[in-house]
């Protein structure tokens, strides 16, 4: 079946510094992979996504490249700040895209300290 | 954007009680919600998927009688925990699904079960 395994937490980093979160997923077919972001207090929402092989998602500085041979979907951002600071998940969801089929990663909670 | 709201955010509640988790789509319309759960450490995992005037369908695994959902209404659905126990003790999170394939997420119910 499909599982996502993601770098586990709790990651604290200095504002500025360059974040890296793993993942990596093991999937039949062609899924689609994504990041989820939750701030403290609201519901997760869409970070990016990527739909097929090489294809990059990108959103608010934050990128993740979608690599087939490496089965990986690893998140980084160049120069993270405070507001940053939050719970972040990988998912992948089956070629038919259908919510249900949606599978996560536990998370990684990220601290950027001032 | 679309707004799930998800109440109570925390609950803390006797052995052989029973909770019941809101959650309602506040701008739009959803025929499907889905319901997951996270124990510490480990994935979200999906429990059911509750259908707009009609049963839900749940996982594998899931006690249907223990986890009673209903969707009444296209912006409302409930979960209830019938007879909690300490190992029900879990974060449990909604989402509704709108127009176009999107997922919109509450912000979670941490459940403590004394």
């Known amino acids: 079946g499909n599982s996502v395994t993601q770098m586990e937490g709790p990651v604290t980093l200095s504002e500025e510094a360059f974040l890296t979160i793993n993942c990596t997923y093991t999937?039949?077919?062609?899924?689609?992979l994504f990041w989820y972001v939750q701030y403290p207090g609201e519901g997760l929402q869409l970070l990016l996504k990527?739909?097929?092989?090489?294809d990059k998602g990108s959103n608010k500085g934050f990128e993740a490249t979608y690599r087939k041979e490496t089965t990986s979907f690893h998140l980084e951002k160049g120069s993270v700040q405070v507001s940053d600071s939050a719970v972040y998940f990988c998912?992948?969801?089956?070629?038919?895209?259908?919510?249900?089929?949606?599978?996560f990663g536990s998370g990684t909670q990220l601290t950027v300290l001032p | 954007g679309a707004v799930v709201s998800q109440h109570p955010s925390r609950v803390i509640c006797k052995s052989g009680t029973s909770v019941k988790i809101e959650c309602r789509s506040l701008?739009?319309?959803?025929?499907?919600m889905f319901w997951y759960r996270q124990f510490p450490k480990q994935s979200l995992m999906l429990m059911a998927t509750?259908?707009?005037?009609?049963?839900?369908?749940?996982e594998q695994g899931v006690e249907k009688d223990k986890f009673l959902i209903n969707h009444a209404s296209l912006t409302l659905s409930t979960l209830t925990v019938t007879s909690a126990h300490p190992e029900d003790s879990s974060f449990y999170i909604c989402?509704?699904?709108?127009?176009?394939?999107?997922?919109?997420f509450g912000s979670g119910t941490q459940l403590s079960v004394l």
């Open positions: 989402s509704a699904g709108a127009t176009g394939g999107k997922l919109f």
């Open positions: 999937a039949t077919g062609y899924p689609s």
């Open positions: 990527a739909t097929k092989a090489d």
């Open positions: 998912a992948l969801s089956s070629s038919s895209g259908s919510a249900r089929q949606l599978t």
């Open positions: 701008d739009f319309q959803a025929t499907t």
């Open positions: 509750s259908n707009e005037g009609s049963k839900a369908t749940y």
